[in-house]
């Protein structure tokens, strides 16, 4: 007997074709880890789900009698890389971030805007709008996908009080408006004692 593939991905199927001669009439596969694990069909297609190497043994038989043979570690089932994905999904626009993949060997990104490399595992990310990567990670030919998306948000537009003139030793309330989503505001300098604008009168 032959199969159409016997190194494959967890997850795939394998198609057994039986090459017995002398005309059998009965056929008796066993497959230890696959699903299903025994079949009578003259050419059956097993799935295998979880990682491993496998053999695979066939009894024939006709009127005459039985014949058998085993493949031992026939077929070799590797396992689906899981990809996650590290970095900050949110950036200030103008900004970047730099986004690292693990569980893969090699890597493909896309769309390639914003982004300074395609095959990396880290490439830096300076998308100029809201951004959908997807990430397919491969392993011994095996891949998986993921997707992951940086946001891009708008740099808010700050307003402050207009020029104020003050006398000395005379505080003065200064606001700010503009910072969305309760955003914080720095003022600078941070001392309460810059030289006054306007000198206090002398009498």
Do not use: R
Not at 26 to 52: C, D, K, R
Not at 98 to 114: D, E, I, K, Q, R
């Amino acid at each position: 007997f032959t199969s159409n593939d016997s190194i494959i991905c967890a997850t795939d199927s394998v198609k057994f074709k039986d090459l017995s001669s002398n005309n059998p009439t009965i056929w008796s596969w066993t497959f230890p880890g696959g699903n299903p694990a025994t079949s009578n069909l003259q050419n059956p297609e097993v799935h295998y789900s979880l990682p491993g190497t496998y053999s695979v043994k066939l009894v024939v038989t006709n009127g005459s009698g039985a014949d058998s043979m085993t493949k031992v570690n026939y077929i070799v089932a590797t396992a689906i890389p899981v990809i996650t994905i590290s970095g900050n999904d949110s950036i200030c626009s103008g900004s970047s971030t730099t986004l690292t993949a693990s569980g893969a060997s090699n890597y493909s990104w896309a769309p390639s805007s914003g982004l300074s490399c395609t095959t990396c595992p880290n490439p830096m990310a300076n998308p100029t709008v809201t951004t959908v990567y997807t990430i397919i990670g491969n392993t011994n030919g095996c891949s998986n996908a993921i997707t992951y998306t940086v946001y891009v948000l708008p740099l808010p537009t700050v307003n402050a009080c207009s020029f104020q003139t003050i006398c000395t030793g005379v505080p003065v309330v200064l606001s700010a408006s503009g910072s969305p989503n309760g955003g914080t505001y720095t003022w600078q300098p941070g001392n309460k004692g810059g030289k006054s604008i306007v000198d206090t009168p002398k009498v």
